[in-house]
């Protein structure tokens, strides 16, 4: 168990629809990060949020958003969904910057029909 | 474009031996280097890592070397056990960037 939870596990919804998901960090830990892994790609790094400030973007779609709330937890929203976006969604934390290790929660499989 | 790659999609081994799991990168500007191993259903968990300054990390039954001439990372697993079967996953930082990038996983078996 890393100390990092993330839900729901699992979410089958429809195209075009908006769904959150959520993320809980370990502890003490201030930096939250969101992956996107689609069948046989490595995990895509979306975006990082350090206590409550984006701190780095990558691969995310303007479609999706997140954001980093005072208690640390974190949501990541996908609006206007696509089949393609059906994948694992993981968030990981640390303790300060991306030098640190990032623990990884279980993620989240989501299943756009 | 994938930056990171690992192009054995699988690999199997029989226990006890060694198990040599191989990375290239592209990007010259990486400077850290990691492994992580997950297990179905559970997230990624790290291994381990090296610097671009080091050749070698050593830790336990798991050593990491990078030959960064030929941008390749490789991790050896010595001996091999039933419970390292899990996809292996590599991952490289740039020393201008501030994420990470990963590879696409190669599933590691290991044969009683």
């Known amino acids: 168990d890393s100390g990092v939870t993330q839900t729901p596990k699992h979410l089958i919804t429809a195209t075009g629809q908006r769904v959150t998901l959520r993320c809980s960090p370990r502890s003490g830990d201030l930096s939250v990060y969101w992956y996107q892994q689609s069948l046989d790609q490595g995990l895509q790094f979306l975006i990082q949020y350090y206590n409550g400030e984006e701190r780095a973007k990558g691969n995310i779609l303007e479609r999706f958003s997140a954001q980093q709330f005072p208690d640390l937890h974190s949501e990541l929203n996908l609006s206007s969904l696509e089949l393609g976006d059906s994948a694992l969604y993981f968030c990981a934390s640390s303790v300060n910057s991306v030098t640190d290790t990032q623990y990884f929660g279980p993620g989240t499989r989501l299943t756009v029909l | 474009d994938q930056q990171v790659k690992q192009n054995s999609p699988s690999l199997s081994v029989q226990e006890g031996r060694i198990s040599i799991l191989n990375c290239d990168y592209t990007n010259s500007m990486f400077d850290y280097f990691l492994w992580y191993k997950k297990y179905p259903a559970e997230g990624p968990t790290f291994l381990i890592s090296?610097?671009?300054?080091?050749d070698k990390n050593e830790d336990g039954r798991f050593t990491v070397f990078l030959n960064k001439s030929a941008k390749h990372l490789s991790l050896h697993i010595v001996p091999s056990q039933p419970g390292d079967s899990a996809v292996y996953f590599c991952?490289?930082?740039?020393?201008?960037?501030?994420?990470?990038?990963f590879g696409t996983g190669t599933s590691l078996t290991v044969i009683p």
């Open positions: 090296i610097s671009s300054i080091k």
């Open positions: 991952a490289a930082r740039s020393n201008t960037g501030n994420q990470f990038y």
